[in-house]
């Protein structure tokens, strides 16, 4: 398996822009994580779904981020209208239920915001 | 919200000398799990403890808890400059069904 794939690596964006990150967890796997990380903040979990369904969105910092995941192997994280202090890295995760419960990371896209 | 908090936020040591990394959480938990961030890269799993295990061993990495303090401690025995990294507890309260809440990390930076 080729792990987690998070597109794009990087992502240049004007405020007030939309802005959508993709992420294809691990085939298998039945839960799925979105978090951001910024030096100020750390590492932070912003949504979660199991069998593609949403179960915890408290982490999600304002109504202009959303996040979907239509099947078991695709979710995106949408943030509309972007603004500057959006800019961090954004790390999609995955891992299976009863099978142990290691995380699985991708290599995360780097989200600039001028 | 942030459930782990390490300790400390960063730490110097030349390289052979051993390594040892806190951790400490708020609420019960199904297990805690130690992760590896290389800078510019994901995090990777390192090392899961279970609430009812007390010490674990993986390689040259050594993995106490102490649930009655809510605290575990990461060991790296003999370390190498390749270890430098940041390293991260995380605390999973479901075992598999919920989130993995992570603190803000050790930064370890190990002298040739």
């Known amino acids: 398996d080729a792990g987690v794939i998070q597109s794009p690596r990087h992502e240049v964006t004007e405020m007030g822009q939309e802005v959508t990150l993709r992420c294809k967890p691990i085939?298998?796997?039945?839960?799925l994580f979105w978090y951001r990380q910024t030096m100020m903040r750390g590492l932070e979990l912003l949504i979660y779904f199991n069998n593609n369904v949403p179960i915890d969105d408290s982490g999600m910092p304002e109504d202009r981020f959303s996040a979907k995941m239509p099947n078991a192997s695709f979710s995106t994280l949408k943030i509309q209208p972007s603004e500057p202090r959006d800019s961090a890295v954004y790390f999609c995760?995955?891992?299976?239920?009863?099978?142990?419960?290691?995380?699985?990371f991708g290599q995360g896209t780097r989200l600039t915001v001028v | 919200s942030q459930q782990g908090e390490e300790d400390p936020q960063a730490l110097s040591i030349q390289e052979g000398e051993n390594a040892t990394m806190n951790c400490s959480y708020k609420t019960s938990i199904n297990n805690l799990q130690w992760y590896r961030q290389n800078s510019g890269r994901g995090l990777v799993h390192l090392i899961l403890i279970r609430s009812n295990e007390r010490e674990k061993h993986s390689g040259r990495l050594r993995v106490t808890l102490d649930t009655s303090k809510k605290s575990s401690s990461l060991l790296i025995t003999a370390s190498r400059a390749a270890d430098t990294a940041s390293y991260f507890c995380a605390t999973d309260v479901g075992g598999g069904a919920d989130g993995l809440t992570f603190g803000k990390g050790t930064h370890l930076i190990i002298q040739p």
């Open positions: 085939s298998g796997h039945n839960s």
């Open positions: 995760a995955s891992r299976s239920q009863g099978r142990g419960t290691e995380a699985f």
